[in-house]
Nanobody, 125 residues
Framework: VQLQASGGGLVQTGGSLQLSCAGSGCSFETYLMAWFRQALGKEREFVAA????????YYADSVKGCFTISRDNAKNTVYLQMNSLKPEDTAVYYCVVERHVREGSYNLMHEYDYWGQGTLVTVSS
């Protein structure tokens, strides 16, 4: 399983970015897909997750209403649309996939075995 994240960059406060993460090595139709992020000097934290069919999504409170996670199983790709960005959203964003995640544990890093390399998002004030 390989994950390639892209779409990061520099944006001003209030701007938008869309991250993409393309997977290869297998079909991700039966995998839960998610995003985590890590700011400099801080612990890695959960951002959003989406179930296999895309019927359910989960968000960290800090991004709810501003970020939207979606997926295209035909392309083995997960997206993160980020709107109304703030300087505190500056971080390296990682996509993750996992076939089996315990109910209610979507936000826990140790539930995920497959991690992408990360893409840097910088929000200037």
């Amino acid at each position: 399983v390989q994950l390639q994240a892209s779409g990061g960059g520099l944006v001003q406060t209030g701007g938008s970015l869309q991250l993409s993460c393309a997977g290869s090595g297998c079909s991700f139709e039966t995998y839960l897909m998610a995003w985590f992020r890590q700011a400099l000097g801080k612990e890695r934290e959960f951002v959003a997750a989406i179930t296999y069919s895309g019927s359910s999504t989960y968000y960290a409170d800090s991004v709810k209403g501003c970020f939207t996670i979606s997926r295209d199983n035909a392309k083995n790709t997960v997206y993160l649309q980020m709107n109304s960005l703030k300087p505190e959203d500056t971080a390296v964003y990682y996509c993750v996939v996992e076939r089996h995640v315990r109910e209610g544990s979507y936000n826990l890093m140790h539930e995920y075995d497959y991690w992408g390399q990360g893409t840097l998002v910088t929000v200037s004030s």
